[in-house]
Nanobody, 126 residues
Framework: QVQLVESGGGLVQAGGSLRLSCAAS????????MAWFRQVPGKEREFVAAISASGDNTDYANSAKGRFTISRGNAKNSVTLQMNSLKPEDTAVYYC???????????????????WGQGTQVTVSS
């Protein structure tokens, strides 16, 4: 079992930055691929970024490439999403997710994730 708690959301102007954090419980955190997804009302939850359990592979949605960076600290049981050059269309509830997969695998598919946080709101004003 893994419990995930996100933090760091808020209101920011377009062009600004935010850093989201996800704290995970459990002693086997470094066995899980970690990801960020986001969702706006009326739309499906979409993939943003993922990092492998080993930390050596990452994957990003096209909308996030070049602006967002995912990283993990296995010693601290945490994963972060650094978001730069934010746009109004980045406004969403951001969710942290975890899945138990082999060490170097990254998974951009929502249905592959077993554990989810409660979400944190990110609002980007124009």
């Amino acid at each position: 079992q893994v419990q995930l708690v996100e933090s760091g959301g808020g209101l920011v102007q377009a062009g600004g930055s935010l850093r989201l954090s996800c704290a995970a419980s459990g002693r086997t955190f470094n066995s899980y691929v970690m990801a960020w997804f986001r969702q706006v009302p009326g739309k499906e939850r979409e993939f943003v970024a993922a990092i492998s359990a080993s930390g050596d592979n990452t994957d990003y949605a096209n909308s996030a490439k070049g602006r967002f960076t995912i990283s993990r600290g296995n010693a601290k049981n945490s994963v972060t999403l650094q978001m730069n050059s934010l746009k109004p269309e980045d406004t969403a509830v951001y969710y942290c997710a975890a899945a138990l997969v082999p060490p170097s695998i990254v998974v951009p598919i929502r249905g592959s994730y077993d554990y989810w946080g409660q979400g944190t709101q990110v609002t980007v004003s124009s």
